[in-house]
């Protein structure tokens, strides 16, 4: 049953229940200017909701000198300052692959493991903010989706598919296209969410950085590409590898080799960080081996614990 497998390659709806106390640890820093940086690394996706403009006023101290109406104090010859609102409720959605390749580490925790407790993570910082959550779960052969309804039953949804679609034992080939699942989830995302998607992007092309593209001219996104350091570069010696069915000998000695298959990745990661270019979307890149958890929070403070 999946209670006996170990949490590195398994995470249940326990394991995921106790990220909670995590996510209450976490103070969220509330500023009143969202901060994205195009490079990348660091983005801060709860710090402020979308701001909605309310009204001008004369100037007090204290104002952000930032928000002065320049062309309505050069009317009236009196600084003015631009008030806003938060909106009230802003979407959080998750898409979370689960494939099969997801389901592999060389060290620490499957690749799969860190995408469903950083997805849980995630919701609870989420709906500490007073966000409303949305989700999508892409496994082999389901498509999980949730965007409506409250915040708890959408969390226990969310919870169980991760634990469903995270079983590491062997199913099949994925049947379900990566660019159809995204296609399903750009027409479930508000205007104005915040998105956070979790893979490890091995399926990504040219349409999925088009949707990726479109989607943040009406959303803030945050790219988390999960690896294996085994993808970067592959071991100076022969391996057999299976996907289950086949076994497969790689000759890591020969030079050809390596620098063929390293190009793979530094080319599936120029093109994710290519994407950050555009100035609402960010990009985390989060290894098996490290310490992930703590370094999804600060991303999502911008750098500040």
């Known amino acids: 049953m999946a209670k006996e497998w170990p949490s590195s390659v398994f995470a249940n709806k326990k394991d995921l229940i106790d990220l909670k106390k995590k996510a209450n640890a976490f103070k969220l820093k509330k500023n009143k200017i969202p901060v994205l940086s195009g490079t990348g690394e660091h983005l801060s996706p709860f710090k402020t909701k979308g701001l909605d403009f309310q009204e001008v006023r004369i100037y007090q101290p204290g104002d952000d ?7 309505i104090t050069a009317k009236h010859n009196k600084p003015y300052t631009k008030l806003f609102t938060d909106e009230k409720e802003r979407q959080v959605f998750l898409f979370i692959d689960m494939q099969q390749s997801m389901k592999f580490a060389t060290q620490g925790e499957f690749k799969s493991v860190i995408a469903a407790k950083t997805g849980a993570l995630l919701s609870f910082l989420g709906i500490n903010h007073h966000d409303n959550l949305g989700f999508t779960v892409l496994s082999d052969d389901k498509l999980e989706c949730a965007f409506s309804g409250s915040n708890s039953e959408t969390l226990t949804s969310l919870l169980e598919a991760l634990e469903e679609s995270g079983n590491p034992i062997y199913t099949k080939e994925s049947t379900i296209p990566f660019n159809q699942a995204f296609l399903k989830m750009e027409k ?42 085994i993808e970067k570069e592959f071991p100076h010696q022969l391996l057999s590898v299976t996907n289950g069915e086949k076994i497969l000998f790689l000759n890591g000695k020969q030079k050809s080799f390596q620098k063929k ?3 793979l990745f530094k080319k599936r990661t120029e093109e994710l960080i290519e994407l950050t270019k555009n100035p609402n979307i960010g990009y985390l890149p989060l290894s098996t081996e490290e310490e992930y958890l703590l370094k999804v929070a600060s991303f999502c403070q911008g750098g500040l614990l």
Do not use: N, P
């Open 65 to 71: 000198i930032r928000l002065i109406d320049w062309r």
């Open 188 to 229: 479930l995302i508000k205007k104005g969410a915040l998105v956070f998607i979790l893979s490890d992007f091995l399926h990504i092309d040219d349409e999925t950085k088009k949707i990726i593209t479109r989607l943040s001219k009406k959303t803030t996104l945050a790219l988390l590409h999960i690896y294996d350091k």
């Open 261 to 263: 298959y390293q190009s």
